[in-house]
């Protein structure tokens, strides 16, 4: 079988709540991640994609698809959504992750007894094998390599772009609770400045 991924490829496991939402990712190529329940890092290869019981029987409480991703941005519900335009939340800030074309996982993945997933990182190889959700867990040397990634990955990232040509500074503080990190903290002491 051609895979679209390698085993030590770094997978956000990220939950979609309606099937609007895979819908979304198919046929416009974006996940949306609301910023203030982000995960810490979200700059991974591919998104694997929990369906919670909104999806009704044979496809709810697992993993079946994958995208890989292309790129982030911060904006708006409100950019996100136009026709929403006196939603409560438009204009809390959201990650709109661009992704690549969605593919269907070769073997899907259950809940298992693990029903309520936000969000986890785990590599391709444990996509590829695991038997439920709670396969996807590293452990030991695997664990050692996929936190290596990440601290990796953290140090590069720096900060987020924004449309406008603003940025969100990543605050050193978060970077080292992540990843164990020491970062030189330049300007006003509250941010990390490139």
Not at 8 to 34: H, K, N, Q
Not at 66 to 84: C, I, M, N, S, Y
């Amino acid at each position: 079988m051609n895979l679209l991924f390698e085993g030590t490829d770094l997978f956000l496991v990220a939950i979609l709540p309606e099937s609007r939402d895979l819908d979304i990712a198919r046929m416009l190529g974006w996940y949306r991640i609301p910023l203030k329940s982000a995960p810490k890092l979200i700059e991974t290869d591919f998104i694997a994609f929990y369906q919670t019981s909104a999806f009704g029987d044979g496809h709810r409480w697992r993993v079946e698809y994958t995208a890989p991703v292309r790129g982030h941005e911060l904006t708006t519900r409100g950019q996100l959504f136009k026709d929403q335009p006196d939603h409560p939340h438009r204009n809390e800030e959201y990650f709109k992750i661009s992704l690549g074309a969605l593919f269907s996982l070769p073997n899907p993945i259950p809940a298992g007894s693990w029903k309520r997933v936000t969000f986890l990182y785990t590599t391709g190889e444990r996509i590829l094998t695991s038997k439920s959700l709670k396969d996807l867990v590293t452990h030991d040397r695997e664990r050692e390599i996929l936190w290596h990634s990440l601290r990796e990955r953290a140090s590069s990232a720096g900060s987020y772009h924004i449309q406008n040509n603003r940025k969100l500074e990543l605050d050193p503080a978060i970077l080292e609770l992540l990843c164990g990190l020491e970062i030189p903290i330049k300007g006003d002491g509250k941010h990390f400045n490139q």
